[in-house]
């Protein structure tokens, strides 16, 4: 899994590539995390590039939105079909706001 950061503003966009599988999950969760302990509070995972989410990734993202919540938002980005119908069947689409693009993401958040 590779991990892009890119800061828009007072916008985190984490740019996700490859498989978030058990491999990749302690990376992911310890970067957002110190992102989070750093004091952002709008975070958007950009998942065009993203091929495959594990449980255990489905896991990480659950844990990342309670730690954002209720002051602080994470938002998701241009799904692959793929990654769009693990969220849909584990229902986990309806815990969070799914943007088609970045670009919509970031107009959610007021950038």
Do not use: W
């Amino acid at each position: 899994m590779e991990i892009l950061v890119e800061k828009l503003g007072e916008i985190q966009v984490l740019h996700l590539r490859g498989r978030l599988d058990l491999t990749g999950v302690p990376e992911f969760s310890g970067l957002l995390q110190s992102l989070i302990d750093a004091g952002n509070k709008r975070i958007v995972l950009d998942c065009r590039d993203l091929q495959y989410v594990s449980s255990s990734g489905l896991g990480a993202f659950i844990a990342a939105g309670k730690k954002l919540a209720p002051d602080h938002k994470l938002v998701f980005a241009a799904f692959t079909r793929g990654v769009q119908n693990v969220f849909e069947m584990t229902g986990i689409a309806n815990l969070f706001l799914i943007c088609a693009s970045k670009e919509d993401a970031l107009k959610q958040l007021g950038s």
